[in-house]
């Protein structure tokens, strides 16, 4: 038998339980080490799905960007035929997530990987969002500097209205209102933007209207995790 690397998805809502399918607990209970971005959290997550589950009888590893040490760690549990899940701090491992190089290092080392099914952030915003669903990008965090970070967003702009697509972002909580701020002073009164925060959770909020709706609304994203799409497209 050979090694199985497992990419196990985690709440986006810590009270959104019933957003995780019952095989992921199955997955997580055939493997004998975890490699965590928070291992705090993880082990929350997983003593919820299973108020029964023996934490300690897993091997703990927390992914710091996947340094080399962790790197070497991973490869050597590889080798020992190890079956392995990769926790994600939120949503689904690998996707804005340090994960990423652990898996790039297992498909180097041809090993299976067997990615769960669960709740992904960036595609629920999408879906929700009735923006262009068959031509996106996902551009991560823009620049804190307010010059940079304007840049980054009359580029997003150009490259949606270019290439009729979606432009996907995201930023720290506690940057938010700074964020919808300059997209409110940036953006072409035409341009959509969808603001979709709290997903999964009980106050779960999408909405998606031009740059000039939005300058109506009085917003307070603060401390709240969201997920930015921006649309200008034809």
């Known amino acids: 038998m050979s090694s199985i690397i497992y990419l196990v998805p985690t709440v986006l809502d810590e009270a ?3 957003t995780i399918p019952a095989y992921v607990l199955n997955a997580v209970k055939d493997c004998q080490v975890i490699f965590a971005e928070n291992e705090r959290t993880a082990r929350r997550f997983l003593k919820k799905l299973d108020r029964e589950i ?5 091997e703990w590893f927390t992914i710091h960007k996947a340094e080399a040490e962790v790197l070497n760690s991973f490869r050597q549990k590889i ?10 701090e939120a949503g689904c491992p690998g996707i804005a997530d340090p994960g990423q190089l652990l898996i790039a290092a297992a498909q180097e080392m041809d090993t299976v990987i067997k990615p769960l099914v669960g709740p992904s952030s960036i595609l629920l915003a999408l879906m929700a969002s009735g923006m262009n669903g068959q031509q996106f990008e996902f551009t991560g965090y823009l620049p804190i500097d307010n010059l940079e970070r304007s840049k980054a967003i009359s ?6 209205q270019k290439k009729n697509n979606t432009q996907i972002f995201i930023e720290t909580p506690y940057r938010n209102n700074q964020l919808i701020e300059s997209l409110l002073k940036t953006c072409k009164p035409a341009t959509k933007l969808c603001i979709a925060a709290e997903l999964t959770g009980a106050n779960e909020f999408v909405k998606t209207k031009t740059i000039a709706a939005w300058r109506k609304e009085k917003t307070d994203f603060h401390k709240k995790p969201v997920i930015f799409l921006l649309y200008a497209g034809v």
Do not use: H, P
């Open 16 to 18: 959104a339980l019933e």
């Open 54 to 58: 023996v934490i300690d009888n897993f």
């Open 79 to 88: 080798t020992a035929k190890k079956n392995i899940a990769i926790v994600s």
């Open 155 to 160: 580029g997003m702009e150009i490259n949606s």
